[in-house]
């Protein structure tokens, strides 16, 4: 069964793989989330206390192969969580060999019922590949309108830059798990909730844009700033 689950998830990372190496040489014209690479590599230097767009190069000779291998996606992280559900993400703050590559990984877990919530990356399209399992996923557009569907084990579906988009494990008895890849080295996170309810927005504005009375609004600022 062991053997199994690591054949797929291998088998996962082949077709993103692939998937991203023929877009890179699709005859179209595309803009990337991220400019390009003006050397072979530049593997991100984080002990450096500098501010730009990106990370400064380690120096190619202490750069070694290690610098190109990550394995902080081998154990998966636990989903006893208020959403049931988790993601691991492999980007150049926690792997520098990423830096200028353009390229974001994540292993997603789900228990029975767990959601990964709307939410959207400025900085990067997706693209999710389903391990096991049923999950419902979906991106809504610009004018609202919705894309969404059940996939099962094998299926592929992408998300364009920058829209909100969620996944839900369908299935109340078992869990799911896939894997994703976006065409960014830092994507960006922004949860819908989260960026409304979690921050200082004033009250008044939530109530009169999404037709709330001041206590609902009091309410879901306290679930999501983490108050009891």
């Known amino acids: 069964m062991q053997a199994s689950t690591s054949f797929n ?3 996962g990372w082949l077709l993103i793989f692939l998937a991203l190496l023929l877009l890179q040489f699709a005859p179209v014209n595309v803009n990337a989330a991220d400019p390009d690479p003006l050397q072979d590599f530049c593997v991100a230097d984080l002990t450096k206390d500098i501010y730009v767009n990106g990370y400064p190069c380690k120096k190619p000779a202490s750069v070694t192969t290690e610098d190109f291998v990550y394995d902080g996606l081998v154990i998966p992280s636990p ?3 208020s959403f ?3 993601a ?5 703050d926690t792997f520098p060999g990423l830096n200028t590559i353009g390229l974001t990984f994540a292993r997603l877990q789900f228990a029975a019922g767990g959601v990964i919530r709307p939410h959207t990356h400025p900085r990067a399209s997706e693209i999710i590949y389903i391990i096991e399992g049923s999950v419902y996923a ?3 557009t610009a004018d609202n309108k919705l894309f969404a569907k059940v996939l099962s084990k094998n299926e592929l579906m992408i998300f364009p830059r920058g829209l909100i ?3 839900l494990n369908v299935a109340q008895d078992a869990p799911a798990q896939a894997v994703v890849a976006l065409n960014s080295q830092y994507p960006g996170f922004q949860a ?3 960026s409304l ?3 200082d927005m004033k009250d008044e504005v939530l109530e009169k844009s999404l037709f709330l009375d001041k206590k609902t609004v009091d309410k879901l600022k306290a679930i999501f700033s983490g108050s009891k």
């Open 79 to 81: 989903t006893n969580n």
């Open 9 to 11: 998830i291998l088998a």
């Open 88 to 92: 691991q993400f492999a980007q150049v």
């Open 138 to 140: 979906g991106f809504v």
């Open 165 to 167: 988009h969620f996944q």
């Open 84 to 86: 049931r559900a988790s």
């Open 197 to 199: 309810f979690g921050s």
């Open 192 to 194: 819908t909730g989260d």
